[in-house]
């Protein structure tokens, strides 16, 4: 009987394992796991309010029935396939947790049969985590494209964030690469979500999309303009972007990956578009509308207006701050902060633990510039 019990829990984490594999291509565990769980797949370093967080982070099927061109595990490829039941991976989560493994879950699946029946697994699992283990901590669901509103709805009642992956920028480039989805029907979800998250209607307070970067031959500029409308409009907290890479096995084997630069350069403009108070039309991009790879956005936008610079920090509006290379909302505060006690001296900015040399040739203090080429400057931690 203890062998059968054995094998039955092998096998449970030999899913579990495949599965993590599934949710993600690369394991960032970085912790020894005891002998009773020998996976890390399925372990993700989360980062969030200043440390790393540990997620377990698993799919609970990857059999699908979609066909997007670039996934591996898309209906049709040759690989294997895995599922767990809603039990199986609540009580998978509650050992990880009780080890002192995870913090929290980030819950996902491929489409197993139609979206409204893989999402009730997936919330039916969220019940389990939080009705029956009593877990009330960090829980991430995602929201499977054409499900049906009232299991949506339950998804945000229960998890602290819920996700919807756009994958591209617009209707034709996600038709090009996901030929089953429908752009305006994930719209019409985010704002479902959105509604709902601004008036209270359950635990999630952000939702948050991924794109595909380099699989339908869109432009960065194609991003840009995208993204005030989904951080304004639709209230998302987040743009998340991964770079294309080749799978075997897929239509999409063939093709180039992507530079992971570029993935770079867009989460810094799209953070330019939400914190900023940047325009997507102020961002300078190249002949084919893509960002500039040599130089980040922030600072080729101060290099193409001088006129703007220097900027004297103990008149210039928070704003304006905003636009120094090298200073960010933080920063600012403690400007701001700092001038309300009196006049800001550059004396004054090096204990701030700011990045002042990146911001010095943009700056001027009580009217004075600064060469802090022979001076010790205090970085950030």
Same mark, same amino acid.
């Given at each position: 009987?203890?062998?059968?019990?054995?094998?039955?829990?092998?096998?449970?984490?030999?899913?579990?394992?495949?599965?993590?594999?599934?949710?993600?291509?690369?394991?960032?565990?970085?912790?020894?796991?005891?002998?009773?769980?020998?996976?890390?797949?399925?372990?993700?370093? #989360?980062? /969030?309010?200043? !440390?790393?967080?540990? @997620?377990?982070?698993?799919?609970?099927?990857?059999?699908?029935? =979609? $066909?997007?061109?670039?996934?591996?595990?898309?209906?049709?490829?040759?690989?294997?396939?895995?599922?767990?039941?809603?039990?199986?991976?609540?009580?998978?989560?509650?050992?990880?947790?009780?080890?002192?493994?995870?913090?929290?879950?980030?819950?996902?699946?491929?489409?197993?049969?139609?979206?409204?029946?893989?999402?009730?697994?997936?919330?039916?699992?969220?019940?389990?985590?939080?009705?029956?283990?009593?877990?009330?901590?960090?829980?991430h669901l995602k929201i499977m494209p054409g499900a049906e509103d009232a299991v949506i709805e339950r998804a945000v009642e229960l998890?602290?964030?819920?996700?919807?992956?756009?994958? #591209?920028? /617009?209707?034709? !480039?996600?038709?090009? @690469?996901?030929?089953?989805?429908?752009?305006?029907?994930?719209? =019409? $979800?985010?704002?479902?979500?959105?509604?709902?998250?601004?008036?209270?209607?359950?635990?999630?307070?952000?939702?948050?999309t991924q794109f595909v970067l380099g699989a339908s031959g869109e432009s960065d500029r194609e991003f840009l303009h995208l993204m005030p409308f989904l951080y304004r409009d639709l209230g998302l907290r987040r743009c998340y972007f991964e770079a294309f890479r080749p799978v075997p096995g897929t239509p999409l084997e063939d093709r180039p990956a992507e530079d992971p630069l570029r993935q770079r350069r867009l989460y810094q403009a799209s953070f330019l578009i939400r914190d900023y108070g940047f325009s997507p039309e102020e961002l300078p991009v190249d002949e084919r509308g893509n960002l500039l790879r040599d130089v980040d956005p922030k600072l080729a936008w101060a290099m193409g207006h001088p006129e703007f610079f220097p900027v004297e920090v103990n008149r210039a509006e928070p704003e304006e701050l905003l636009r120094v290379p090298g200073f960010g909302p933080r920063t600012v505060s403690k400007i701001l902060s700092l001038r309300s006690k009196g006049r800001i001296r550059w004396d004054d900015l090096k204990g701030l633990r700011i990045q002042l040399r990146r911001a010095a040739p943009f700056i001027l203090a009580d009217g004075k510039s600064h060469d802090l080429s022979s001076t010790q400057v205090h970085r950030p931690r």
């Open positions: 009987m203890k062998g059968v019990a054995f094998h039955r829990r092998a096998d449970l984490w030999h899913r579990v394992a495949e599965l993590g594999r599934a949710a993600r291509e690369e394991v960032s565990a970085e912790r020894e796991l005891p002998d009773s769980l020998p996976f890390r797949s399925w372990l993700y370093p #989360a980062k /969030g309010g200043g !440390r790393t967080i540990p @997620i377990f982070k698993v799919l609970l099927s990857n059999v699908c029935n =979609g $066909h997007c061109l670039y996934c591996a595990n898309r209906g049709g490829r040759d690989c294997p396939r895995y599922s767990l039941k809603p039990e199986e991976m609540a009580r998978a989560f509650l050992q990880a947790l009780q080890a002192g493994l995870v913090e929290g879950i980030f819950l996902s699946s491929s489409i197993v049969d139609d979206p409204t029946r893989t999402m009730e697994r997936l919330v039916a699992t969220a019940e389990i985590i939080r009705h029956r283990y009593g877990f009330r901590g960090y829980l998890a602290d964030r819920v996700s919807i992956n756009l994958e #591209a920028p /617009g209707r034709e !480039r996600l038709r090009r @690469i996901c030929p089953e989805k429908d752009f305006d029907g994930i719209i =019409g $979800h985010m704002r479902k979500m959105g509604q709902l998250i601004r008036r209270g209607k359950g635990r999630a307070k952000a939702q948050t």
